[in-house]
């Protein structure tokens, strides 16, 4: 018997909204990069994009779990000498948690074109808000890495 391999243009991508008001920041970047990579459907396979595209609204109401707020911190490069610059978590989630959500899915996403092009399907917004309502987005149960 032979492998099934899904072809491109037999796919059906949904729009799938995840709601990250109380859900700790690693919960929900797993479940983000599961579903971007497609690792939920039947016919995944890891040389293919198979994912959803994904929709994060509340990324400002994030929890970090234990003192990871002030301890991590986020460190960018600008390429030159002495132009490491680092910023605290908890910084982030003030300023741009939109951000701080991005950068935890990236980092679980492989590190290739097929990885980027994935990214390119993850939309990150502070609010309740986004501006995909004519996709018709589905909104995605999270009761599962919900705490407690």
């Given amino acids: ?3 099934y391999t899904p072809k491109v243009n037999e796919l059906t991508r949904d729009w799938l909204v995840l709601d990250a008001e109380g ?3 690693g ?3 797993t479940l983000a990069a599961s579903l971007l990579r497609g690792k939920h459907r039947v016919f995944f396979a890891p040389h293919v994009d198979t994912g959803d595209y994904v ?3 509340n990324a400002d109401k994030v929890v970090v779990t234990a003192n990871k707020a002030a301890q991590n911190f986020h460190h960018h490069h600008s390429g030159y000498p002495g132009g ?3 910023t605290s978590w908890q910084r982030l989630i ?3 948690p939109e951000k701080l959500v991005y950068e935890a899915v990236k980092g679980m996403i492989p590190k290739n074109r097929l990885g980027r092009a994935q990214m390119e399907k993850l939309f990150v917004y502070a609010s309740a808000e986004h501006p995909h309502a004519a996709q018709q987005p589905i909104k995605y149960d999270t009761s ?3 705490r407690g």
């Fill in 1 to 3: 018997m032979r492998t």
């Fill in 23 to 25: 859900l700790v920041l």
């Fill in 27 to 29: 919960r929900v970047a």
């Fill in 55 to 57: 929709i994060i609204v």
């Fill in 84 to 86: 490491l610059r680092s």
């Fill in 94 to 96: 003030d300023t741009d």
């Fill in 144 to 146: 599962a890495i919900r």
